[in-house]
């Protein structure tokens, strides 16, 4: 899957790559310690960020749920409004 921002796309799979080992490699083996792939989860997070304000999306929308709710239903505003 590639991520929202084109240029992030690279950041994501070689983020994804990192988690995967460790998760495999080190995890289910015991060891929970998570610091390996952070320095490349902090490029993408900030590349995602940028993204997200080329396209508008502010970063509290994406955290309400609004599943089940009234605003599930409500049609997006048009662009530039």
Request: glycine share 4%.
């Amino acid at each position: 899957m590639n991520s929202i921002g084109e240029n992030c796309t690279q950041l994501k799979k070689d983020y994804d790559n990192c988690f995967n080992n460790w998760f495999s490699d080190r995890f289910l083996k015991g060891d929970t310690d998570d610091s390996l792939c952070a320095p490349l989860f902090k490029v993408y997070q900030q590349c995602v960020k940028e993204a997200m304000k080329q396209h508008q999306i502010e970063f509290k929308e994406i955290e309400n749920d609004y599943l089940g709710t009234k605003e599930e239903e409500q049609k997006p505003p048009p662009k530039g409004s």
